[in-house]
C-alpha cells in the first residue's frame, strides 16, 4: 500500500499529519509523532502577540525598578537572552528539525505585518519546511468589518509569501460569510495551502465561582462535517493544497477526507487523546481499507467524493457557485444554506 | 603610544575592567557601593570574556566579606592572581586576612569604593572611613581621584604589587567616583601586558604553596623571634613607593598619562597649600587654578600612594615658599590629635624639618570634609584657602557643615563657582519608576562618542525605595570635566513629574535665562495657571525660558505607561540642541536598540513609537510678566508634628538636610519613633477604595497589606454623630454587638495603589458590578474629602486589645499596626509580616533588624515606620550589623532577662513592702494571653503606684527595671542574605543557644536591598546575578536544620497562601519559652513578577509545595504527640506553573532552554523529595523527634 502523498509541495511519506498541539512543545514530543508514523508535524503556534506582551511585561517588572534606589540600580544580571521572546519557540524548531527526517511546519500566529514577515523568515532560517500562518483572532473590536478581516488575511498571505521560499499555508476560521470566496482569494494571493479549520478556545463559565475558565475542548467526529464540505467543494477549484482538520477520529475520518479531496489530514484531539503512538493506528486503519477498496496508492481515491466530479464543467459554469452548493447540499445534507 | 577606545563608564565599571583583565580568581560578595565591580566580573566570566592571559576567571561568591578574604588568602597562597571588591563594613571584615596576606608577602590587590562605616547611623555613601581602618594591615593604600584615575591606577596596583610582593587597597570614592559616569580612555590589553609581564606571574606562581616544593607557611612564632620576623618587611615596603612610581611612568610611556605618587600643582611660589587625597583632589586643583588666575599664590599636594607614606615626595612636593599646610581628611577619629593623613604630613615635614631637608616649618593644620558624600565644592576649597590665610588658621577644622557645637566649621561663600563656561550643565528631576536615570545614562554616552566633546554624569536618589524621587546631574563640554559635586547652576532643568516643583527645589537651580522643561500633565494652555505662585515668582524672576509637555499622555499612547523617559529625552536634545535634531533623534534611537534591544523587539518599538511622538506635543509656554497664582505648595509636615520632626525631620525631607546645623542631630543615632506618619507621600493617583455594601469584614485586606493603610475600627453607632457626611461605615458582622458600626478605613495620602487588598478580597463580585468590597480608584478629585475621613476615623478609639480574638485573621485587623508607611517597594512581601509582628506584639516588643532591605525601609532618614501607641508603647528598634544580627537580638534578649530576674530578685525582697500578694501575682501570673498581659501591666502600674515615695536603693533599682516583668518580646528579623549567608553562623548558633528568642527570616531568596544577587536561599534553576547561568544548588532547608536541634519552634509560613497559618505560626513562636524561627515567604521585585500579583505567586508557591507550610512545636511533642505539622494541602500544580510566572525563571528559560529543562527537573525532583521528607515526618511518633533536652527551671 503506498501513502505518500505531497502536501504544499512537500513529498510526504502519508497525508496523516500531526496538527499543533500541545504534544509538539518538546523535540522528543515530535520525535514520538515522527516514529508513530506521522507524514509532518505542525508545530504548536508562535504568537507574536504573546510573546511582544511578555516582553513589554518582563520589560516593566524590571526596568520599573532600576536607578531608583542608590543601594541597587538593577535586579537581574545582563543575561543573553538572545534576540527576543521568539527565541526559545525558534531553538525548539531547529531541535526538532534536527530530531526527525520528516518535514518540521512551523505555525505562526502574527500580530503585526512586520512581525508576521520576521517571525516567519526566522522560522524558515531555523529550518521549517513549512510556514503556516494562524490569523487566528476573535475580532472582539465591533468596528472591524468582514471586509476589512478578509483583506487582513490577504495581506498576511501576500507578506509572508513574499518574506520567505518555503511554501506557506494559511490555517482558516469556519465563520466567514464567504468562505469559498476567501479561499479563492487567498489561493490568487498566491497562498500554497489552506488548512480548514481552526477551533476556536471558547470560555466556559463556573456558575458556582462567578469566573471565566479559558475551555480547551478535543474535536470530536461529528464536527468534521464543515471542513469536510469545504474541502469536498474547493477541490479542483482553487491551486493551493487543501489540509483538513478537526473530527478525526479514526481511519475511516482520514479516509474520508481524503475521499472529499484533502491533500492532507491532520489531527491534534486523537492524540492527545490516545497518545502520538495513535497515529500508527489511524494509518494502519487506513491502509486496511484502502486494501478492502483495493486503492493501491492514495491519489486513487483522492477527491473521488468532491463537489467538482459530480459536477458538469459547463453547468458549473453556468450555475456557478449556487449550483455546486446545491450539489453539495444534496450529498452532504442541508445544514449549509437554507434560503 | 597605543591608540585608545573612548568610553563613557562610572568608576566601578572603569576599575573592574582592568581587574578582570588581570585576575585568575575574583572572590566577590555584593556591598553598596561596589557591588557593580562584582556582578561586572561575574557578568563578564558567564560570558566567557577572557583574561590577558587567555584564561577565564573564575568568579565566585562567598557567604561574607570575610569569606570573600579567606577564599582570595587561599587563592593567593594557591599560586594564583586574585582580587575582590568591596567597600566599608565589608573590608572591616576583611581585616584578619589582610594582616595574614601582608604578613606573608603576597601579592594581591583589593579595589574598595571607599564608603562610610557605620557609627551613629549607617550610610552607603562615600568617605574614606573604610580605608583608613586598613591602613596598619600592611597593604599598600593608593587613591585614585576620578574615573579616569580609577581605571589607570587599578594597572598600576596590580602591576605594583607584583615587584614589590606588597598586597595593594586600590580605592576611589564612594558613589561620587564609582557611580559617576565620565569619558575616559580605556587601556587596552597591549598596554596591560607590558605592564604585567608574565614572568612577574611566574614567581608569584613560585611562591605557592606546592607539595613538590613543601614548606610551611603560617608557623605560630614565640616572644624569641616574632618581633624580629615582623621586621623582616621592612625593604619591601621600603622600596614600594619608588616601584610603583616605576609602574606609573610605564604607563605614562604607554598612554601618555603621567601620574605621581604625591602631586603638585598650583603656583611654585604658593604660600598657602592644601594637602588631600581622593576625588576631592579634582576639587581642589581646580579651584586652585581659578584662585591663582585672580592672583592668589596657593597651592594642592595630592596624595596618590597613602600606604607606604612617601615622605620623601611629599616634602619634595611642597614649594619652599608654603607658609601654612591644610591637610583635608574625608574620614573621622573621635578623640585622635587630628585625622590620619593630617597626623601623616605633620610627622613627614616635621621629620624633613628635623634632619634638614625642610629650611623651615610651615604652619601645619587638618580638617575634615566630605564625610558620607557630603558635598565639597569650590566654594568650600575657598572657604579653606581663606581660613588658611588667617594669622591662626584653625585646626581640627570642618568645611561642609555647620557646626554649630563644637565651632569647627568654616566659614564659606556658597555663591563661589568656578564652573567652566564652555561646559553645558543640565538637571533633571524624575522618579525612580520612570526611567528618568536610565535615559540620562544613554543622553551622556550619546554626548560623550563626539571625540571632541566630555561628559560627566552623576545621579543622587531618594532615601525610599520607590516612589521616590532621582535627580540627575549632567555636564558636557568642550574639556575633561573634572567636577566630582553636584551642578548648582544648570542652563537646562527638566522637572519629568509636575507634583516634584513643589516638593523639592527644582528651579533653584536654573541659571537666569535658562530653560525650563517640564512634563505636565494637562494641556499646553492651563500649564501656567497649574504652577504655585512659589514656582511662578521663581520662572519670572529668573526670566526662564518655559517648555511643557504631557509626557505622561505621549507615552501611554505609545504602550509605555509611566515610562516618559524616552519622550523627555527627546525633547531634551530637540530644546537644547546639543546636537542636530535629526542626528539627535536617530542617536535616541540608536541607543534605545542598544539598551533595550536584550529586552526585545516591542520594548524598542514602543520606545521609538514614543521619540517620534514626542517633539509634536511639546510647548513653549508663555510667560508671563508676573505670577498670578494663589496656589502655595502644600508644607512639608502637618502643623501639628512634633518640634523635632517640623525642625530637622521636615528639613530632612524637603532636600534641605544640608543645612541643619550639628546642634539639631541626635547625639548617640536615637532618633524618634513613628514618623512615616507625618510624611504624606501621596505617591499613587490610584488608591484603594472600601465598598462597606459588600464587604464581608473579613480583615484579609487589612492583613495583606505592605503599606498599614488598611485599618479597621468597630464602634457604637453613635460615634458617627460626628462623622463627615463621606465617612463610611457598615453593621458590625459579629454576634453579640448588634450596635456596633464597622468601618474600614483608607488611608489615602499614604496607599501606594500596590493593589494586593484587590486580590486578597475574597468577595468577587459584587452583585451587579464587576467589583470586589476593595477597589484601586482614581482619588485626585476626592482626595480632600478622604483625608477629612481619615482624620475622623482616628478620632474613634482603637478597639481594646482584650476583646479582639488575636486567633483569627478577622480579628487581627482590629490590632493596631505599629509599623507603617514605610518606603519599601510598592506591594513589598515583607512589610505585611513586620506589620502583622507589630499589631501582635508591638506594646512590648523589641526588633533586632540585620541590614538590608528590612533595615532600609525600616530605619532609613528621614522618617521611619515604627512608631507607637497612644499609651506612648512600642515596638524598640535597633540595627546593629548586617552578619551579627542573631547574636546582637540575643543579647537584647539575655539584657532583657538579667533585668526581669533582677526586677523579680527586688521584687521579692520588698514583698512585704509592697504587698505580698501583689508581689506573688506578678511573679507567678501567666502572660501569655492577651488579657493575661494587660492585667500584668495593670500589676505593675499598682506597684509602681505603691512604690511611690519609698526610697533607698532596693526601691531605685526596682523602678530602674520594673517595666521587665512585663514579659518582652524580642524578634531578631532579617532578610536570606543574612540568615542564609553572612549571618548563617550567628543564627545556628542562637538556634543552638535555648534562649527565648524569636527570629523572623523574610526569605526573599536573593539579596534584594544590593540588587538582587544570589543568596543560599536563591532555589535551583532561578536566575540571580551572581548565578546568571541559573543557580544549580538547591536552596538550604533552613527548617530542617532548625527542627533538627529538637528544642526549637520552627515554622514556614506565607501570608499569601494562608495568613491563618502565618498568624497561628507567629503567636505559638512568640509564646514558646525557648528559640523560634519563623521563615516566612516574601515575593519580591528582584523575582521579576508584577507586584500585585505577590499572593497568586505566594499561593502557587504553597501549590506547587517548592514553600510547603509546617510548623514544628516542641511543645507537641512533649505532649507525646508528633510535633511536625505540615499545614500544605498536597501539590496540586506542577512546579512550572509557579516558577515559569517569575521573570527570575524565564530568564534561564530564554537564554538557555536546554539548562532551563534540566535544572526544572532538578528542581522539580527536590521539591518531590522534600514534600515526601515531610509527609513522612507529618505522619511519625513523637519519640521520632528528638526532646527537647533544656533543663526546665
Known amino acids: 500500500m503506498d501513502l505518500h502523498t505531497s502536501y504544499l509541495g512537500l513529498p510526504l511519506r502519508c497525508p496523516l499529519l500531526a496538527s499543533a498541539s500541545p504534544l509538539s512543545q518538546t523535540a522528543d514530543g515530535v520525535r514520538e509523532l515522527a516514529d508513530a508514523g506521522v507524514g509532518a508535524v505542525v508545530l504548536y503556534s508562535l504568537f507574536e502577540e504573546q510573546i511582544r506582551l511578555q516582553e513589554l511585561r518582563d520589560f516593566e517588572v524590571s526596568a520599573m525598578h532600576e536607578d531608583s534606589f542608590g543601594e541597587a540600580t538593577s535586579y537581574f544580571p545582563e543575561v543573553e537572552l538572545g534576540t527576543d521572546g521568539a527565541t526559545p519557540y525558534l531553538k525548539h524548531l531547529e531541535n526538532c528539525v534536527a530530531a526527525v527526517d520528516i518535514p518540521v511546519i512551523a505555525s505562526l500566529n502574527g500580530s503585526s505585518l512586520d512581525g508576521w514577515s520576521d517571525m516567519a523568515k526566522r522560522m524558515e532560517s531555523a529550518g521549517a519546511a513549512a510556514i503556516e500562518v494562524n490569523p487566528y483572532a476573535v475580532p472582539g473590536n465591533l468596528d472591524v468589518s468582514s471586509s476589512g478581516i478578509e483583506e487582513r488575511h490577504v495581506e498576511i498571505v501576500q507578506t509572508v509569501t513574499a518574506a520567505v521560499g518555503v511554501p506557506v499555508a494559511m490555517k482558516l476560521s469556519p465563520f466567514f460569510s464567504a468562505t469559498g470566496a476567501m479561499c479563492r482569494q487567498l489561493d490568487e494571493a498566491g497562498v500554497d495551502g489552506l488548512v480548514l479549520f481552526n477551533r476556536f478556545l471558547q470560555p466556559d463559565i463556573d456558575i458556582e465561582t462567578l469566573e471565566v475558565h479559558p475551555a480547551v475542548s478535543l474535536s470530536a467526529p461529528n464536527e468534521a462535517g464543515l471542513a469536510r464540505t469545504w474541502v469536498a467543494i474547493l477541490r479542483g477549484r482553487v491551486q493551493a493544497s487543501l489540509a483538513a482538520t478537526t473530527g478525526v477520529e479514526t481511519g475511516a475520518d482520514v479516509a474520508k477526507y481524503l475521499l472529499a479531496g484533502a491533500d492532507v489530514v491532520m489531527t491534534a484531539s486523537a492524540l492527545l487523546r490516545h497518545g502520538p503512538g495513535y497515529a500508527a493506528v489511524l494509518l494502519a486503519e487506513l491502509a486496511a481499507w484502502m486494501e478492502r477498496k483495493q486503492y493501491a496508492t492514495v491519489d486513487a481515491f483522492r477527491g473521488l467524493l468532491a463537489v467538482g466530479t459530480g459536477v458538469d464543467a459547463s453547468g458549473y459554469e453556468r450555475a456557478g457557485y449556487v449550483a455546486a452548493l446545491t450539489h453539495a447540499k444534496e450529498t452532504y445534507g442541508d445544514f449549509l444554506i437554507r434560503d | ?1193
Not at chain 2, 145 to 159: F, M, N, R, T
Not at chain 2, 1076 to 1103: D, T
Not at chain 2, 1167 to 1175: F, H, K, L, N, S
Open chain 2, 1 to 1193: 603610544m597605543a591608540t585608545a577606545d573612548r568610553v563613557t563608564i562610572d568608576g566601578n565599571e572603569a576599575t573592574v575592567n582592568v581587574a578582570y583583565r588581570l585576575s585568575e580568581l575574583c572572590a566577590i560578595y555584593p556591598i553598596t557601593p561596589s557591588s557593580t565591580m562584582a556582578e561586572l566580573a561575574d557578568d563578564w566570566a558567564a560570558k566567557k570574556r577572557t583574561n590577558i592571559f587567555g584564561t577565564i576567571p573564575t568568579v565566585i561568591e562567598m557567604q561574607s566579606e570575610g569569606g570573600a578574604a579567606g577564599a582570595l588568602h587561599g587563592s593567593l597562597q594557591g599560586g594564583a592572581l586574585g582580587t575582590t571588591f568591596t567597600a566599608s563594613q565589608g573590608l572591616l571584615l576583611m581585616i584578619p586576612n589582610m594582616y595574614k596576606i601582608a604578613g606573608e608577602l603576597t601579592s594581591a590587590v583589593i579595589h574598595v569604593a571607599a564608603r562610610s562605616l557605620a557609627a551613629q547611623g549607617l550610610s552607603i555613601f562615600g568617605d574614606h572611613q573604610d580605608v583608613m581602618a586598613v591602613r596598619q594591615t600592611g597593604f599598600a593604600l593608593l587613591s585614585s581621584g576620578s574615573v579616569q584615575e580609577a581605571h589607570d591606577l587599578a594597572l598600576v596596583a596590580h602591576a605594583a604589587t607584583l615587584r614589590t610582593r606588597v598586597p595593594f587597597v586600590h580605592f576611589f570614592d564612594g558613589f561620587r567616583t564609582s557611580h559617576e559616569l565620565n569619558t575616559i580612555d580605556l587601556l587596552d590589553d597591549e598596554v596591560l601586558k607590558a605592564l604585567i609581564p608574565e614572568s612577574l606571574v611566574h614567581e608569584h606562581r613560585m611562591r605557592s604553596l606546592s607539595p613538590e616544593r613543601p614548606f610551611v607557611r603560617g608557623t605560630a612564632q614565640n616572644p624569641d623571634v616574632y618581633f624580629q620576623a615582623r621586621e623582616t618587611v621592612n625593604p619591601f615596603y621600603a622600596r614600594t613607593p619608588g616601584i610603583v612610581q616605576e609602574c606609573m611612568d610605564l604607563l605614562a610611556e604607554q598612554v601618555g598619562r603621567a601620574y605621581h605618587l604625591v602631586e603638585y600643582a598650583g603656583d611654585p611660589e604658593a604660600e598657602r597649600v592644601v594637602v588631600v587625597m581622593g576625588s576631592g583632589g579634582e576639587t581642589v586643583e581646580e579651584t586652585v587654578n581659578h584662585l591663582n588666575a585672580s592672583g592668589e599664590k596657593v597651592g594642592v599636594i595630592r596624595v596618590r600612594l597613602y600606604r607606604p607614606f612617601p615622605v620623601a615626595e611629599l616634602v619634595a612636593a611642597l614649594p619652599r615658599t608654603a607658609k601654612v599646610v591644610g591637610v583635608l581628611d574625608r574620614t573621622k577619629e573621635p578623640g585622635s590629635n587630628g585625622e590620619p593623613l593630617y597626623l601623616d604630613a605633620v610627622a613627614a615635614l616635621s621629620g624633613a624639618f628635623a634632619d634638614g631637608t625642610l629650611e623651615s616649618m610651615p604652619r601645619i593644620v587638618g580638617g575634615r570634609y566630605g564625610l558620607s558624600s557630603k558635598e565639597f565644592t569650590p566654594a568650600m576649597v575657598a572657604g579653606v584657602y581663606a581660613a588658611l590665610a588667617q594669622e591662626r588658621p584653625p585646626t581640627g577644622f570642618t568645611i561642609g557643615i555647620h557646626d554649630d557645637v563644637g565651632g569647627t566649621s568654616l566659614d564659606y561663600d556658597p555663591a563661589f563657582d568656578i564652573e567652566d563656561d564652555q561646559t553645558l550643565r543640565a538637571v533633571f528631576f524624575g522618579l525612580g519608576s520612570d526611567g528618568t536615570v536610565g535615559a540620562n545614562k544613554n543622553t551622556i554616552k550619546i554626548l560623550g562618542e563626539d571625540p571632541n566633546r566630555f561628559a560627566q554624569a552623576y545621579f543622587v536618589y531618594d532615601s525610599k525605595k520607590s516612589g521616590g524621587s532621582t535627580i540627575s546631574h549632567l555636564r558636557f563640554g568642550p574639556h575633561p570635566i573634572k567636577a566630582p559635586y553636584l551642578v548648582n547652576t544648570a542652563g537646562f532643568v527638566g522637572c519629568h513629574h509636575f507634583g516634584l516643583i513643589d516638593k523639592l527645589d527644582v528651579l533653584g537651580l536654573a541659571r537666569p535665562g535658562g530653560v525650563l522643561l517640564l512634563d505636565a500633565p494637562m494641556a499646553a494652555g492651563e500649564v501656567w495657571d497649574a504652577l504655585s505662585r512659589q514656582a511662578q515668582e521663581q520662572i519670572v524672576a529668573k526670566d526662564l525660558q518655559v517648555y511643557a509637555i504631557d509626557a505622561g499622555t505621549v507615552a501611554r499612547n505609545a504602550g509605555l505607561p509611566g515610562r516618559t523617559n524616552t519622550v523627555l529625552q527627546t525633547c531634551f536634545f530637540a530644546i537644547s540642541g546639543v546636537l542636530p535634531r535629526d542626528e539627535a533623534i536617530e542617536e535616541i534611537k540608536k541607543s534605545i536598540r542598544k539598551s533595550y534591544g536584550r529586552r526585545g523587539q516591542e520594548v524598542v518599538r514602543r520606545n521609538e513609537a514614543a521619540v517620534d511622538a514626542a517633539l509634536e506635543h511639546l510647548h513653549r509656554i508663555e510667560v508671563p510678566d508676573e505670577a498670578s497664582s494663589q496656589r502655595n505648595p502644600r508644607p512639608i509636615v502637618a502643623d501639628d508634628a512634633p518640634e523635632f520632626v517640623k525642625s530637622v525631620t521636615a528639613a530632612m525631607m524637603g532636600g534641605r538636610g544640608d543645612a541643619l546645623p550639628v546642634s539639631a542631630m541626635p547625639v548617640d543615632g536615637t532618633y524618634p519613633s513613628g514618623t512615616t506618619k507625618y510624611e504624606k507621600r501621596r505617591i499613587s493617583d490610584l488608591v484603594a477604595e472600601w465598598d462597606p455594601k459588600g464587604c464581608i469584614q473579613c480583615g484579609n485586606c487589612a492583613f495583606v497589606c505592605p503599606h498599614s493603610v488598611i485599618r479597621s475600627k468597630f464602634y457604637p453607632a453613635v460615634a458617627l454623630d460626628a462623622a463627615p457626611e463621606s465617612f463610611e461605615s457598615a453593621p458590625l458582622n459579629a454576634a453579640g454587638l448588634p450596635e456596633s458600626r464597622y468601618t474600614l478605613q483608607v488611608y489615602a495620602e499614604d496607599c501606594t495603589g500596590c493593589g494586593l487588598c484587590v486580590e486578597a478580597c475574597p468577595v468577587t463580585p459584587i452583585p451587579g458590578s464587576s467589583r470586589k468590597a476593595i477597589n484601586l480608584t482614581d482619588v485626585t478629585a476626592s482626595l480632600d474629602q478622604r483625608i477629612e475621613n481619615v482624620g475622623f476615623f482616628e478620632t474613634i478609639p482603637h478597639n481594646e486589645r482584650a476583646r479582639v480574638d488575636f486567633g483569627t485573621v478577622r480579628g487581627a485587623q482590629f490590632l493596631e499596626p505599629l509599623f507603617e508607611f514605610s518606603g519599601a517597594c510598592n506591594g513589598c512581601g515583607e512589610t505585611p509580616y513586620l506589620k502583622l509582628l507589630s499589631q501582635l506584639f508591638g506594646d512590648r516588643l523589641t526588633v533586632a533588624n540585620a541590614t538590608g532591605c528590612s533595615s532600609i525601609y525600616g530605619g532609613n532618614l528621614p522618617t521611619t515606620p515604627w512608631a507607637r501607641n497612644a499609651q506612648g508603647r512600642g515596638p524598640a528598634w535597633s540595627n546593629s550589623l548586617f552578619e551579627d544580627n542573631a547574636e546582637f537580638g540575643l543579647g537584647l534578649q539575655m539584657a532583657s532577662d538579667l533585668h526581669t530576674q533582677l526586677a523579680q530578685q527586688r521584687l521579692s525582697a520588698m514583698r512585704e513592702e509592697i504587698g505580698a500578694a501583689l508581689v506573688d501575682e506578678i511573679l507567678t501570673a501567666p502572660q501569655i494571653r492577651e488579657s493575661e498581659l494587660a492585667a500584668q501591666r495593670a500589676r505593675v502600674d499598682e506597684m509602681l503606684r505603691r512604690l511611690e515615695g519609698v526610697e533607698g536603693p532596693m526601691a531605685e533599682d526596682l523602678r530602674s527595671v520594673a517595666d521587665h516583668l512585663v514579659r518582652r518580646s524580642v524578634w531578631i528579623v532579617g532578610g536570606d542574605g543574612w540568615a542564609y549567608d553572612i549571618g548563617s553562623g550567628g543564627l545556628d548558633h542562637v538556634l543552638a543557644s535555648g534562649r527565648n528568642v524569636n527570629i523572623l527570616v523574610m526569605d526573599t531568596e536573593v539579596y534584594s536591598n544590593t540588587g538582587g544577587q544570589s543568596s543560599k536561599a536563591t532555589p535551583i534553576a532561578a536566575v540571580a546575578k551572581f548565578a546568571s547561568a541559573g543557580k544549580t544548588i538547591a536552596k538550604k532547608d533552613l527548617a530542617l536544620q532548625a527542627v533538627a536541634y529538637g528544642s526549637v519552634y520552627v515554622a514556614r509560613v506565607a501570608f499569601g497562601a494562608d495568613p491563618q497559618q502565618t498568624l497561628r505560626a507567629f503567636r505559638e513562636a512568640e509564646a514558646y519559652d525557648g528559640t523560634s524561627i519563623v521563615i516566612a515567604y516574601s515575593h519580591c521585585i528582584a523575582h521579576g513578577i508584577e507586584m500585585s500579583k505577590g499572593l497568586e505567586q505566594q499561593k502557587r508557591a504553597v501549590n506547587s509545595a517548592h514553600w510547603p507550610l509546617m510548623r514544628y512545636d516542641p511543645k507537641v511533642r512533649e505532649r507525646g504527640q508528633n510535633p511536625f505539622f505540615l499545614d500544605s494541602p498536597r501539590p496540586t500544580i506542577p512546579l512550572s506553573d509557579y516558577i515559569y510566572k517569575e521573570l527570575r525563571y524565564r530568564m534561564l528559560k530564554a537564554s538557555a532552554p536546554e539548562e532551563a529543562e534540566r535544572l526544572l527537573e532538578m528542581a522539580q525532583q527536590a521539591v518531590d523529595q522534600r514534600w515526601a521528607t515531610y509527609e513522612e515526618m507529618a505522619t511519625r511518633e513523637a519519640a521520632q523527634f528528638l526532646p527537647d533536652s533544656r533543663k526546665k527551671d
